[in-house]
C-alpha cells in the first residue's frame, strides 16, 4: 500500500457513503470505488494535472469523471 491510498480498515468505515458498484451489461469492467478513491487521492495529494496520473489508475478521465460526479 503506497502513502495516499486508503487501507482496508479505512475503506470499511467509508464505504457505506459510495453508491454500490454495479456490473456493466457490456464493454469493459469499471474500476472500483476504491481504485478510483486512491486515484482521486494521489491527484490531490500530488497538486499534478490530470493528464499526468499514473496509467496504473487508468485512463485520467475516468477519474475525473468521477471526481466530478
Known sequence: MKG???????????K???PPEKKPQVG???????????AILY???TGIP???LP????PWQSVYS????
Do not use: C, T, Y
Request: proline share 3%.
Open 16 to 18: 457505506v457513503k459510495f
Open 28 to 38: 469493459r469492467p469499471g474500476k472500483s470505488n476504491r481504485e478510483m478513491l486512491n
Open 43 to 45: 491527484w490531490l495529494n
Open 4 to 14: 495516499h491510498e486508503i487501507s482496508e480498515k479505512q475503506r470499511n468505515r467509508i
Open 50 to 52: 490530470w493528464r499526468d
Open 66 to 69: 468521477r471526481f466530478h460526479a
Open 55 to 58: 496509467e496504473r489508475f487508468g
